[in-house]
């Protein structure tokens, strides 16, 4: 039985909008995110990682060193197809259409989720935790970026 999604993830469709470029200037954050992921995941290593939400797959990079298989899970075809320029030399990296409240993975199929700087755009989130829980191993790990 397929679920039907409600909500609308599109904000970053818009074609006035590159998200890559919303990057520029920005590289102190991206590595404060690599940094505190680094250290959160030290010496540990995944069968299968998703990054949920995760634009046009920045991080699906850094996660590919702690997990056999990563996917990018982006309800944006936008992101996607500016991941797919960017993870052109990462073609292992899966890149998927999807929303986190709709995830498409089998119950128990993630042992590494991340979601990072997605919270602000669900203003009701029950209905994505529970898809979080549902997706997650019982000795999984989320990392939830608010």
């Known amino acids: 039985m397929t679920k039907k999604?409600?909500?609308?993830?599109?904000?970053?469709?818009?074609?006035?909008?590159?998200?890559?470029h919303y990057w520029d200037g920005r590289d102190y954050e991206h590595a404060a995110e690599e940094l505190a992921i680094t250290r959160l995941l030290k010496g540990k290593h995944f069968k299968h990682a998703a990054d949920i939400g995760g634009?046009?797959?920045?991080l699906c990079v850094l996660l590919k060193e702690y997990a056999?298989?990563?996917?990018?899970?982006?309800?944006?075809?936008?992101?996607?197809?500016?991941a797919r320029e960017f993870l052109k030399d990462h073609p292992e990296v899966?890149?998927?259409l999807m929303k986190a409240d709709d995830l498409k993975f089998k119950k128990g199929e993630l042992d590494l989720i991340t979601m990072i700087r997605v919270m602000h755009h669900l203003p009701d989130p029950a209905t994505e935790f529970s898809e979080l829980a549902r997706v997650l191993s019982d000795d999984g790990y989320l990392i939830l970026e608010v």
């Open 55 to 58: 634009g046009y797959g920045r």
């Open 94 to 96: 899966n890149r998927k």
């Open 5 to 20: 999604t409600t909500k609308k993830a599109d904000q970053y469709n818009d074609p006035s909008h590159n998200y890559l």
């Open 68 to 82: 056999d298989e990563v996917t990018l899970a982006e309800p944006s075809q936008q992101q996607l197809d500016i």
